[in-house]
């Protein structure tokens, strides 16, 4: 009996711990361009780089911006951004409250609701994430990713 209590408590810590390793990723639109003009597998490079489960989440106000590029922009981007909706496919599209503002603001709103880590190549909205202290990965050096903060 003593021995079957022992072992029930060395395997419920480690189930335990699997459900705390998956991480939640926002996103940003710049973040699926990265594949077609960087040559990086962004989905492999995050989870080599967080060395966890992880969970790629798109919001419907950066979907619409894709879409957007899609329709409106020359055709190289319309091209690159057809293979980025492609990409977002791959994502859990999660619906947060979100109010007037532009992507960038709901990005940081979806970030502090869901305690998520954001994906974004964008200086201003990385600066602004720091601020509060939300983990911010980027590309560096036009050949791997890096990330800022802790988890």
Same mark, same amino acid.
Not at 49 to 59: E, Y
Not at 76 to 88: F, G, I
Not at 122 to 135: A, E, H, M, Q, S
């Given at each position: 009996?003593? &021995?079957?209590?022992?072992? =029930?408590?060395?395997?419920? !810590?480690?189930?335990?711990?699997?459900?705390?390793? &998956?991480?939640?990723? =926002?996103?940003?639109?710049?973040?699926?361009?990265? !594949?077609?003009?960087?040559?990086?597998? =962004?989905?492999?490079?995050?989870?080599?780089?967080?060395?966890?489960?992880? &969970? !790629?989440?798109?919001? !419907?106000?950066?979907?619409?911006?894709?879409?957007?590029?899609?329709?409106? /922009?020359?055709?190289?981007?319309?091209?690159?951004?057809?293979? /980025?909706?492609?990409?977002? +496919?791959?994502?859990?599209? =999660?619906?947060?409250?979100?109010? +007037?503002?532009?992507?960038?603001?709901?990005?940081?709103?979806?970030?502090?609701?869901?305690? /998520? /880590?954001?994906?974004?190549?964008?200086?201003?909205?990385?600066?602004?994430?720091?601020?509060?202290?939300?983990?911010?990965?980027?590309?560096?050096?036009?050949?791997?990713?890096?990330?800022?903060?802790?988890?």
């Amino acid at each position: 009996m003593e &021995t079957d209590r022992i072992r =029930i408590n060395k395997v419920a !810590p480690e189930s335990l711990k699997t459900r705390e390793r &998956t991480l939640k990723v =926002i996103l940003d639109s710049n973040a699926f361009f990265v !594949p077609l003009r960087f040559k990086i597998d =962004i989905l492999e490079d995050l989870k080599a780089l967080l060395n966890r489960n992880f &969970t !790629p989440v798109l919001i !419907p106000a950066v979907k619409l911006e894709i879409e957007k590029m899609a329709k409106t /922009a020359s055709p190289k981007v319309r091209k690159e951004a057809a293979y /980025a909706l492609k990409l977002a +496919e791959k994502c859990s599209l =999660i619906v947060v409250n979100e109010g +007037e503002g532009s992507a960038d603001d709901l990005v940081v709103k979806a970030a502090q609701e869901l305690n /998520a /880590a954001v994906f974004t190549n964008d200086t201003k909205l990385r600066k602004r994430l720091r601020n509060i202290n939300v983990p911010v990965i980027y590309l560096r050096q036009k050949s791997h990713l890096n990330i800022d903060g802790r988890f």
